[in-house]
């Protein structure tokens, strides 16, 4: 088994077996640490992936189990590498995309991981966002976005055939539609199709005739994770994120299995990884308070092991509860969301912090929030708000949020805040907003849009500046820059109505202390986004702190700067809420 720890406070991969107590580190990053890693299907490569310096360019790595040595597969410069696909019948092979010919587009390469030679499998026309491959690992699929924000389906019936549109997915049901994969014999294709419906079911259908069976739905809730068998490639499980995860079995034979891992933990349960012979399984569970926790479930005897905790040393202490609420909007959507409150605390006239999801297009979901438990800890409730535009609710709630950003989304987040002063929770004048990426946005829109409302602001990675954003995302994002001008705005066209909803020209409404945290290297949200703002209120006297950090990107990675902006949001928040600080 492989999993993720600190080797001197860097995540590292370690390898060992079950019951043995002979774990050991494979790899030996001294820097950002690994993050997404997996293993080979033959069983003796540990693959990895990793950036330089926050950059997103990802390489992709491998780790010879045997030998101990690292290779670096993909050494080009200024090349994503993105995994498309791995499959246990295929154990020597990989297949990737990198925008290594042209950098707006990935085309798809195959890697044999005994030469560690690439072969072009499928090159991109230039509007492919997606790619999906059959069992033989041929490229059959492809996501092709549209100019008018929507995508088609095109599939092939061998890699030398013409592509042909299957389905077509306009602007309504772009973000709530997509394929699984493949069956076994590659006559069908897994989709996650919101045509017709407001929640997204999912459904098979036939390459050839386009006939649709509908296999799972529900109502309200778009269906989440897909469970597919590794050797039939049939559909066994779904599940909808309601207020907490709930899982539907198609497949009988694991019926008895499913019942069993319930028992063995009352959190919220994943299947992440089954042997090759599928009689044990990785099962993990989240819970609201309690660290995530791994077993290794036995099919035969039925039986389940405690591996152990990912944070053993917080499961020694009383955690908060993460409790999930609903309200209604001004205008009539019932919003879901969650609370933290500190333990032992009186549910009464708390300073709360409203901590915002980025995407937009996600969600908050229920278990462990590290965020969430670091703030209740410090002595605040915490108010998460899945606002519209948030996924997993059914498309008419996330396309409500379409041309919404400092809108109606932020008028739910306003919504909830008042909500949970109602209640008498919150104090209605010791209240933070505070979010990353989409959320530091939401953070800036509050200090400029609602000032009165918040006692102080942290923005991490968020854009100031609707316009200079959507003109600098990533050249590789070009597939999608259609659903950015639709469903947020296009600057060609609607420059005056951008600047309406971008806090950067609206600065003089700024009465609270910001704190804004910033990667030099993020390729999605630039430096000059928090930098715009920050120099208008270094014009203005406004009071603001700025964290730059130049080896960073999207977020922060690197142990030292994770601690070094934790440090100081906590310590802005007590200045400015009352709360505790380490």
């Known amino acids: 088994m492989a999993y993720l720890a600190p080797v001197n406070g860097v995540l590292n991969v370690w390898v060992g077996n079950v019951g043995r107590e002979d774990y050991r580190p494979v790899t030996h990053d001294t820097d950002r640490g690994v993050r997404v890693y997996f293993w080979a299907h033959d069983g003796r490569h540990i693959m990895y992936l990793q950036d330089v310096a926050g950059d997103e360019n990802w390489r992709l790595f491998s780790v010879d189990l045997i030998t101990g040595s690292e290779a670096d597969l993909t050494p080009f410069e200024n090349v994503q590498v993105q995994i498309v696909h791995h499959d246990k019948h295929h154990p020597n092979d990989l297949v990737i995309a990198m925008n290594k010919e042209d950098v707006t587009v990935h085309d798809v390469y195959r890697l044999d991981l005994v030469t560690k ?3 072009l499998a499928a090159r991109n026309p230039g509007n492919v966002a997606n790619w999906v491959v059959d069992s033989a690992l041929a490229v059959r699929g492809a996501v092709a976005a549209t100019d008018d924000g929507g995508f088609d389906l095109l599939v092939r019936d061998a890699t030398n055939a013409d592509w042909r549109t299957l389905v077509s997915w306009d602007t309504d ?13 590659g006559k069908s294709m897994y989709l996650l199709d919101s045509r017709g419906a407001n929640a997204a079911p999912l459904v098979r259908i036939d390459v050839d005739t386009g006939d649709l069976e509908e296999l799972a739905r529900d109502e309200q809730y778009d269906v989440g994770d897909v469970l597919v068998h590794p050797d039939t490639y049939e559909v066994q499980m779904v599940s909808f994120v309601r207020s907490r995860i709930e899982h539907y079995v198609l497949d009988h034979s694991i019926e008895a299995d499913v019942e069993a891992i319930k028992q063995l933990n009352p959190g919220d349960f994943g299947i992440y990884n089954r042997t090759h012979d599928d009689r044990t399984w990785l099962v993990g569970f989240t819970e609201d308070s309690k660290p995530f926790s791994y077993y290794v479930f036995d099919r035969e ?16 202490y009383e955690l908060a509860r993460m409790e999930p609420i609903s309200l209604e909007s001004r205008d009539g959507y019932t919003i879901h969301g ?3 409150l500190p333990v032992g605390s009186t549910r009464q006239n708390l300073p709360t912090v409203l901590l915002v999801h980025g995407g937009p297009w996600h969600r908050d979901t229920w278990g462990y929030d590290p965020e969430g438990q670091w703030l209740a800890n410090r002595g605040y409730a915490v108010l998460q708000v899945n606002f519209r535009g948030s996924t997993g609710f059914g498309k008419e709630f996330l396309n409500a949020g379409d041309r919404e950003w400092g809108g109606k989304m932020h008028d739910d987040l306003v919504d909830a805040v008042r909500w949970i002063i109602a209640q008498g929770i919150a104090d209605p004048d010791r209240i933070a907003v505070y979010g990353g990426s989409y959320g530091g946005y939401a953070a800036l829109v509050g200090a400029t849009f609602t000032p009165d409302l918040f006692a102080c602001a942290v923005d991490v990675v968020g854009p ?18 259609a659903i950015l001008q639709r469903r947020v705005g296009d600057p060609a066209t609607d420059g005056e109505f951008l600047r309406s909803r971008s806090p950067l020209f609206h600065a003089e409404n700024i009465k609270i202390p910001i704190l804004i945290a910033q990667g030099a290297n993020d390729p999605r949200v630039k430096q000059s986004e928090s930098e715009q703002i920050v120099a208008v209120m270094e014009e203005k006297g406004i009071d ?8 960073e990107g999207h977020g922060f990675a690197k142990p030292e700067n994770r601690i070094g902006f934790y440090t100081a949001a906590e310590r802005f928040l007590a ?3 009352g709360g505790r600080v380490e």
């Open 117 to 119: 030679e690439l072969e």
């Open 173 to 185: 049901d772009a973000l709530t539609s997509g394929p699984i994969g493949f069956t076994r014999d």
């Open 301 to 316: 005897t039925q039986k389940g092991t405690f591996l152990f905790y990912a944070r053993p040393e917080l499961a020694e």
């Open 338 to 340: 969650y609370i933290h």
């Open 464 to 481: 100031s500046n609707l316009i200079t954003f959507i003109e600098t995302i990533p050249p590789y994002w070009s597939a999608y820059r």
């Open 544 to 551: 603001h702190e700025y964290l730059l950090f130049p080896d």
């Open 575 to 577: 200045q400015h809420l």
